[in-house]
């Protein structure tokens, strides 16, 4: 039985308290992975649990590249008026 009691109420988990997973280690929702024996893969071998870390990071990294970037935080006099505005 997995350790996911903490989980409950975030990402889908199976009656058995398995994360669902799909065969690239996408959760129900967007930007969670997971792999290993916590998850609904059928075999529970540290070979298996490896290759699968290995395929959701990767698809991670997939995920992460494709999303737009978003504006970077600002430079110069505007960063040093912001802090001055934060103290």
Known sequence: VPNTEW????????KFGEVIVD????TNIPGVFAAGDCTTVPFK???????????AALSAF???????????????AQ????????A
């Open 23 to 26: 065969s690239h280690g996408r």
């Open 45 to 55: 071998q540290i070979v298996i649990a490896a290759g699968d870390g290995s395929k």
């Open 7 to 14: 989980l409950k109420g975030t990402v889908e988990l199976s």
């Open 79 to 86: 960063a040093v008026e912001a802090v001055a505005e934060v």
């Open 62 to 76: 997939d995920h992460l590249i494709r999303m737009p970037v978003v504006a970077a935080a600002p430079a110069g």
